[in-house]
């Protein structure tokens, strides 16, 4: 527990950089699939984006639960008083900020033509039940963490055993954010009950042994790619693939040329929280004026850099958009009201911390 111990008054460099990495592949994966096939599947540069979409699979979301657990880990055992305004409340206020911001969203664009029809109350109350949208997130850390702190005097390995089940059946026999939420649990709780864990990989992240777990997290995604039943394939995938995030972060996430992902590592939540917008707006644009996006597809070059460079302008719409809510007075849409605005400490709750 010594790295937890030093981190209540000192940031630790790759919690921060292995999150920004899990960010940007979970913006870069959105960016895909509610924005890029709709216009351009099929030009120049798809299948490296399809590719780097696959391969970061069993990484992204299990790599950002981890850490999300690992810094999580102390306040388990502290009294709920201390622990429940920032992995309580904060996360329920924001997720039902959210959802009203959504609904709002989605109630402009239909007055604007520009989105089919909207039954608000009921999406609203579809959402307090179980999450429908990317705001599946702040669902399951507030979940994660109340199941992980209920089951604190529970054996570790009978919650590693349960994960590991839920894990497996929500791969096999669930689709889209169930299948998401249930096979991130056990990411996160292992890594919330037993850091130890965690600090093992961060001592043994050598070059040998990172390049070792590469190679394995290769043959292990493809394995699963190509394997029509799971069999585990992806959670075994994920493990790997969480030492080899642990063990990359570590040995380059302290670099200065790793401060914009590190930067980014410290606002997931107000990425989390705006992307979507980014591409539906995107969307729209292109619906309005198509032959915007058919002169993209028609240079070649462009079409190579688009989706990376809208991948570049969104991220830096989202903490854009956040710093200037800050400033000016709107910070409430980021962290619950009451509270001095922390963004030092990387054991906060929100994701952003």
Not at 137 to 142: D, I, P
Not at 172 to 201: I, N
Not at 305 to 329: D, F, M, N
Request: charged fraction near 15%; charge should be positive.
């Amino acid at each position: 527990m010594v790295i937890i111990e030093l981190a209540q008054n000192t940031r630790l460099a790759w919690p921060d950089f292995a999150r920004g990495c899990s960010i940007v592949l979970v913006v870069l994966l959105h960016l895909f699939i509610l924005h890029y096939i709709y216009f351009f599947y099929g030009s120049a540069g798809s299948d490296a984006l399809n590719a780097v979409v696959d391969a970061s699979l069993p990484l992204r979301m299990p790599l950002f639960f981890l850490v999300s657990g690992y810094l999580a880990a102390g306040a388990i055992w502290r009294p709920w008083a201390s622990v429940s305004r920032g992995r309580v409340w904060t996360l329920a206020y924001l997720y039902l900020l959210w959802v009203l911001v959504n609904t709002a969203f989605d109630l402009a664009r239909e007055a604007l033509g520009r989105g089919g029809p909207v039954e608000p109350l009921r999406f609203i109350a579809e959402n307090l039940v179980w999450p429908q949208t990317a705001l599946w997130y702040l669902y399951a850390l507030l979940a994660f963490f109340v199941v992980t702190r209920l089951t604190r005097s529970v054996p570790l390995v009978v919650v590693g055993v349960a994960g590991v089940v839920v894990s497996i059946v929500g791969t096999t026999f669930f689709d889209g954010l169930p299948q998401h939420l249930l096979r991130s649990f056990v990411f996160y709780a292992v890594a919330a009950r037993a850091p130890e864990l965690v600090d093992w990989v961060v001592a043994h992240s050598k070059l040998g042994p990172t390049v070792a777990t590469a190679a394995a997290y290769a043959g292990l995604t493809a394995l699963y790619l190509l394997t029509s039943i799971d069999y585990g394939i992806f959670l075994v995938a994920g493990v790997v693939g969480v030492v080899l995030g642990i063990q990359v972060a570590v040995r380059v996430g302290a670099a200065r040329l790793a401060a914009p992902i590190r930067y980014l590592g410290r606002h997931t939540l107000a990425i989390f929280l705006i992307h979507p917008f980014v591409f539906i707006v995107a969307n729209d644009v292109f619906l309005r004026y198509p032959e915007a996006a058919e002169a993209i597809r028609d240079r070649p070059a462009l079409m190579v850099a688009y989706p990376w460079l809208l991948l570049a302008v969104t991220l830096g719409v989202c903490v854009g958009v956040e710093a200037l809510a800050k400033r000016i007075g709107l910070g409430f849409f980021f962290r619950l009201p009451g509270g001095r605005w922390r963004a030092s400490r990387p054991t906060d709750a929100t994701p952003g911390a």
